[in-house]
């Protein structure tokens, strides 16, 4: 099974608004797409977030901090 969509958040200590952001994809009447966030070296426990309140809904990837470009070209 290949989604149509793939909705790629990257996301850097901040996650309040990540969690906006997947609740808002989470939202849609589409879905057939899958969520990719991209965290750029949160140090905020946005990981911990993620995986507690989506878990396999969504593809968490953590990197070094490199900016939200490389974030976004990793998420794709």
Sequence with gaps: M????SVVIPTYNRVS??????DSVLAQTYTDYEIIVVDDGSVDATGDAIRARYGDHVSY?????QGESAARNRGI
Excluded: D, K, M, R
Excluded at 2 to 5: E, G
Excluded at 17 to 22: M, P, S, T
Excluded at 61 to 65: A, M, S, T
């Design 2 to 5: 290949n989604p149509q969509v």
């Design 17 to 22: 608004y990540v969690q906006e952001a997947i």
């Design 61 to 65: 990837i953590w990197q070094e901090n």
